[in-house]
């Protein structure tokens, strides 16, 4: 299975500010997704990260709020923008290989002040 | 929205006994799989099973799948201390490789 690296692994922001996250997977994965897990609850996903052109994203999530970027086949970002103490979560990446084999980052942990 | 509900919504056994999660979904599914979450931190992939299976073991885990209840099940045999921590069940759709998961269930073993 593929390796991620994700960072940070933990931020501490004030309200009004942006934090980009990154995710390096160290082979290509076909698809890159990106989840946000809110204190005790489960993972939600934000938005499949698409190679080359705009991410897809779920409902209740839009490009201005998480810009996500995709330049290759192991890298993206998500960029969490004017943050409120709201957007205090766990962010995740995940990849996937052979249309079954995920493995996902360790997580963002971020807190806003 | 999540796709799956999963119950219990926590469970707290003695070491040693067996553990039962359950998980359910709503539409059609390709594969289902069961992840581990100590205390907020990355997944643990534990096992996977494909929409036309039935059951599959591994170590002390054996998943259940019941697709015409949209259902699968979770069991952990023997459990130790080290079994503490959230599980969840996360399936993905025909031609659709977006994993959605379930709420999840918070095991707690008492030594």
């Known amino acids: 299975s593929a390796v991620i690296s994700q960072k940070p692994s933990r931020d501490i922001c004030q309200r009004g500010t942006s934090l980009t996250i990154q995710c390096q997977v160290d082979s290509q994965v076909t698809m890159m997704f990106w989840y946000r897990q809110q204190p005790g609850q489960s993972l939600t996903l934000i938005a499949t990260a698409n190679q080359g052109s705009e991410a897809t994203y779920e409902s209740g999530f839009v490009i201005d709020k998480f810009p996500i970027s995709r330049p290759n086949l192991t890298f993206s970002t998500l960029t969490v923008s004017n943050m409120s103490p709201e957007d205090s979560s766990i962010y995740l990446c995940?990849?996937?290989?052979?249309?079954?084999?995920?493995?996902f980052g360790s997580g963002t942990r971020l807190t806003v002040v | 929205s999540q796709q799956g509900e999963e119950d219990p919504q926590a469970l707290s056994i003695q070491e040693g006994e067996n553990a039962t999660m359950n998980c359910s979904y709503k539409?059609?599914?390709?594969?289902l799989q069961w992840y581990r979450q100590n205390s907020g931190r990355g997944l643990v992939h534990l096992i996977l099973i494909r929409s036309n299976e039935r059951e599959k073991h591994s170590g002390r885990l054996r998943v259940t799948l019941d697709t015409s209840k949209k259902s699968s099940s979770l069991l952990i045999t023997a459990s130790q201390a080290a079994d503490t921590a959230s599980y969840f069940c996360?399936?993905?759709?025909?031609?659709?490789?977006?994993?959605?998961f379930g709420t999840g269930t918070r095991l707690t073993i008492i030594p």
């Open positions: 995940s990849g996937v290989q052979g249309g079954y084999d995920y493995t």
């Open positions: 539409t059609s599914i390709n594969n």
């Open positions: 996360a399936t993905d759709g025909v031609g659709n490789e977006k994993l959605t």
